[in-house]
């Protein structure tokens, strides 16, 4: 058997957690201890709850004892007894597709919930941020180190994977998912060239013109700090912003960068990775994050098996469905996802060589 190289830390001083809405929080495997000290939060861009909260729930709580489901609107509309389910956040959630000149999709902003979750839940050893839609393999996210910050960055390290014979080796991409991105040299106007929500580095609304309003208010020594990853240019990182780990040890400069772009509109998946890189001690390593994000199916545990197939690894995937439209165009969740996931993590337990429990 396999056993982690780190060990969580003690906390030096006394801290006092708020307490988790009442109806949000799970029951965790007994003698599971892995994540007792992590918050895990969850965004939800629409409030699209239902089934995959609740699958979502009964699945992961089982591994997280603290878990924070955050959207733009409550449960109502499932009764009193659901009502605290979700912390609510709308700040920026209106979505209007109408309007080729500026596509406001709903989860634009979702880094404001972020900055929320971490202003509001102090006292963790660090914070997990995924959306719903973000498949989790458990079995590998065991063996990253809580000190550290966790990212898909171009400049990540692996983290040691039993299951692939060259995983020490830095992350290329025949071995790994692909990285997240660098931006073009921001002194160019880049909104010249907008053409729609795809290119969102050229968005004049959200994109690199926006978000350098708020970098240029970034104090130099973090700057400075960043450009040692991009050889002395000023560079943004931009790339899907569904599966971010930040130790509590940086809890309180996470937020303090992050909300200088929030001060602007600046899009999530640029103002989160380059607020991570920003602050990131370039003494210390960014754990590198096989996190794949794809748009055609299959949207369930057979992705990770295929990927497994072809010598790859999977830490986390979006989009995972936890059901789908059926014949009549109505969304219903699917059990089986959340029983075949239960057998994926039992088959990466096996694959990462250490004990697991399954429900």
Sequence with gaps: MHKNAWISRTPETTCHRRPLLSHARGKTLEDYHHF??????VFFSHARYGANLEYHQELYSDYFPNILYIGPATREDAGFNHSYDVFVDSYHSDEDLTDPSFYKMAGRMAHHMLYTALQEYDCYDGYLWVPFDTLLNI???EKFNQELFWYHSPWG????NPAQTNSQD???VSLHAPPAKISPDPSINLTETWRGWGLDWCDPHVGVGVCMEAFQKVPVDLRERLATFTNGKT???GGSADTMYIPGRH?????EVLGLFLETTCFLEIAAPTTLHLVAPRNEAILFVDHWWIYRPPFNASFVRQKWAEGYEVDTFHTFHWGEREGDDVWRGNYANVVDVRRLLSESAERQQIHFPIR
Aim: aromatic share 8%.
């Design 157 to 160: 390290s692996s983290v040691f």
């Design 36 to 41: 007792d000290n992590i918050l895990l939060v």
């Design 170 to 172: 830095s992350p290329n």
């Design 139 to 141: 079995p590998r996210l």
């Design 235 to 237: 560079r943004l990182i």
């Design 251 to 255: 809890r309180r400069q996470f937020m």
